[in-house]
């Protein structure tokens, strides 16, 4: 379990290391290495998606470590409340952003658009409320960026629990 606790309240999520092995240790070593602390979720799209995990307030990104293989194949679904690795058009360019699905988005889920889809590895537990406050924010432009949270939803700090 991984929970982030955010200015909205915490998050926890269910990591699925059955089916995504190679994403949810990327992810864990990204939680042991702090380097979701002090980021932000910088995209938030309604009725659509939540995206975190690489860009600080100021809205630049953090470095990365090399992209993990997209393990979209593995037959889970982007469903409501599943999270998934964001990635650029290359399939296997996934690092350290997520994002949370806020509704059935089934056109990411392999072979999706691009013969790839967009890789679930773990699954939201008992964060409603949270998610609730975060997807009702309002949006705009920031930095060459678009559907930005307006106030900043800020992750202070990652951490492995049980």
């Excluded at 991984?2 to 999520?13: A, V």
């Excluded at 939540?50 to 992209?67: E, L, V």
Aim: with cysteine; hydrophobic share 35%; aromatic share 8%.
């Amino acid at each position: 379990m991984i929970k982030l606790t955010t200015n909205y309240g915490d998050i926890l999520i269910e990591l699925d290391t059955e089916n995504a092995p190679k994403t949810c240790a990327n992810f864990e070593q990204y939680v042991r290495d702090g380097h979701y602390d002090g980021t932000l979720f910088h995209r938030v799209i309604k009725g659509f998606m939540i995206q975190g995990g690489g860009m600080t307030p100021d809205m630049n990104a953090k470095p990365t470590r090399p992209p993990v293989e997209n393990e979209a194949k593995n037959e889970l679904k982007n469903l409501e409340g599943t999270v998934a690795m964001a990635r650029t058009t290359d399939p296997h360019s996934a690092t350290s952003q997520f994002f949370i699905n806020i509704a059935k988005n089934d056109f990411l889920d392999y072979p999706g658009q691009d013969g790839w889809g967009y890789c679930v590895f773990g699954s939201v537990v008992d964060s409603t409320e949270t998610i609730d406050a975060i997807k009702a924010v309002n949006t705009g432009n920031r930095n060459g960026h678009q559907d930005v949270p307006v106030e900043d939803v800020i992750i202070e700090k990652a951490e492995i629990v049980d």
